[in-house]
């Protein structure tokens, strides 16, 4: 019963996984654009929601909706004042300034919040659990946060095939050149991917914040695991996210069950497994 | 040919250069387009057939007077908005986006807002296999498939002109008459027309004019009937040997 246990918790882990990768696989499936600062965006959104539920007294759950509008805002403007100048045949300009800006938003968060560890306190929410069997818990905060995931990959899912805007992302995706001769401005297409990723992002940023501690140096691990659920889960491809976290989530479980100190080795193997046998992922939708 | 020529204007070009870093492409391209008129570019490859459309549509940024459409200058203009002022192009190569539909593909010419006569409905009468193909992907198609969605995504914009840059490059010459056979129905709705091509015979029967472009510059211009043979080959390949 304990590995049913394990896989289980580690599917529910791998939700977090999904969320921090969903905004990294989407910004990549647009304008093939590797965003490096993506971990400490992670870390930066987590800290608008302290200050959220510090200074306006709010649960962890609903500073999301001062979150989530402040991320794509910041998305949508660092995209269309900084990252949209580094876009062109060279992958290598934003590859630097992503990075750039990632070592920018440590020292920022650094100097305004210090290097303590933080972490937003839920309540009840902490520790309330849902029995399943006798032997078989499920913690409800895992569980909201699995089922969040589930929802935002549905709806990114729904945005890119059932609506106009998803239709240009993907036409933006193919040809960003071609697509400024149907009148649309590229700029403002990758622009508003950049926003919509960010505030997922806020999302996951909430449910890490709640989960576990955090300090501004911690955005590059978050980084690493949204690498790897995206790489696992196939190049551009939404759903493949969320299989690819799981995948990261289920392996560090069982390499837990098996000796605790092989947690993060065993996704970290996984990934090098997957990246060996199936270089391109399990279910890659890009084409180059 | 098109019978609704007005001797007017709609866009011309002055002096246009073109440079792909220091690489120059054109060298002072002076050209116009009367409204209603069908115009076809000719010269080998390399000779600035496609730089000097890309120019036009704002794909590669010039002088602003440089390119006037209705007295406009719109040579610093972006794609976008020079697809907004009534110029759409097919590009060469159709480009057709492959993660869409074909429906998709079409759809994606309207999004410039530009209102007129030219709908799906349309769109699928001029081309009626489109329509029992619409929800199949864009790369489904046969070659020449795929050049009708470029001609009816560009003519979803309702443009006031028509760039069709190679649309027979790589098809069997039936499917080639096929689409020129669209030609005349598009001019007929008021569409002014410009044509690049290679195929000298193709391009001569469907325009009112013909510029010859040769290594950057316009090496002849004239109506079809007053060219000769030896001027055009003479223009196409620079070379006297060739004439002969």
């Known amino acids: ?9 580690g599917t529910l882990l791998g939700g977090q996984y999904a969320l921090y990768a969903a905004g990294l696989s989407l910004i990549f499936g647009v304008m093939r654009l590797v965003n490096i600062a993506h971990g400490d965006l992670i870390i930066l959104g987590a800290y608008i929601a302290l200050v959220c539920v510090e200074m306006l007294g709010l649960h962890p759950l609903l500073s999301m909706i001062i979150v989530c509008p402040t991320m794509f805002a910041i ?74 995931a ?19 992302f993907r036409a933006t995706s193919d040809k960003a050149e071609i697509v400024q001769l149907m009148g649309v401005k590229k700029d403002r297409v990758f622009a508003l991917a950049m926003g919509i990723a960010l505030a997922v992002v806020g999302i996951a940023s909430v449910f890490m914040a709640m989960r576990t501690n955090f300090d501004p140096s911690v955005g590059p691990g978050r980084l690493l695991y949204a690498f ?18 799981i995948i990261i989530g289920v392996s560090q479980a069982i390499g837990a069950q098996i000796n605790p100190g092989w947690q993060q080795l065993a996704g970290h193997l996984a990934f090098l497994l997957i990246l060996i046998f199936r270089p391109n992922g399990l279910f890659p939708r890009t084409k180059d | 040919m098109s019978n609704h020529v007005l001797n007017q204007p709609i866009l011309y070009t002055q002096k246009l250069t073109a440079f792909y870093g220091d690489f120059q492409a054109l060298f002072g391209i002076d050209f116009h387009l009367n409204i209603g008129e069908t115009v076809a570019i000719i010269g080998s490859n390399g000779a600035g057939k496609t730089t000097f459309l890309r120019s036009i549509t704002g794909l590669l940024c010039n002088e602003p007077s440089s390119v006037k459409f209705s007295g406009q200058p719109i040579g610093a203009s972006s794609p976008d908005e020079i697809v907004k002022l009534g110029i759409a192009m097919v590009p060469e190569g159709r480009q057709l986006f492959p993660s869409l539909s074909v429906e998709e593909n079409l759809r994606m010419g309207s ?9 799906l409905r ?73 044509v690049v091509e290679q195929d000298i015979r193709q391009a ?34 620079g070379l006297e040997d060739a004439v002969s």
């Open chain 1, 228 to 245: 790897e659920a995206v790489i696992i889960g196939g190049l551009g491809n939404i759903w493949g996210t969320l299989l690819g976290g």
């Open chain 1, 1 to 9: 019963m304990s590995w049913i246990d394990a896989i289980l918790q």
């Open chain 1, 150 to 168: 589930v929802i935002v990959i549905a709806s990114l899912q729904f945005l890119f095939y059932r609506t106009t805007m998803g239709m240009v």
């Open chain 2, 122 to 194: 349309n769109i699928y009468e001029l081309f009626p296999v489109l329509k029992e193909r619409r929800h199949h992907g864009s790369m489904d198609l046969s070659g020449g498939q795929q050049q009708m969605v470029a001609i009816g995504r560009a003519l979803m914009a309702n443009p006031s002109i028509l760039l069709c840059d190679e649309i027979s490059l790589g098809l069997a010459p039936i499917i080639i008459k096929d689409i020129y056979r669209a030609l005349p129905a598009i001019c007929s709705e008021g569409v002014t027309v410009v």
């Open chain 2, 111 to 119: 999004l410039s807002g530009r209102s007129g006569q030219w709908d």
């Open chain 2, 204 to 237: 001569m029967a469907v325009s009112d004019r013909v510029y010859c472009f040769q290594e950057g510059r316009i090496s002849l211009e004239g109506r079809p009937d007053e060219l000769t043979t030896e001027a055009i080959t003479h223009a196409y390949f």
């Open chain 1, 75 to 148: 998305g949508y403007w660092m995209q269309k004042l900084v990252l949209n100048k580094t876009l062109g045949n060279d992958i290598l300009p934003p590859l630097l300034v992503t990075f750039g800006l990632s070592i920018i938003l440590q020292n920022v968060l650094m100097e305004v919040f210090s290097a303590d560890s933080q972490r937003l306190q839920s309540g009840v929410l902490d520790t309330a659990s849902l029995q399943l069997t006798d032997e078989l818990t499920i913690g409800w905060l895992p569980l909201i946060c699995f089922v969040t």
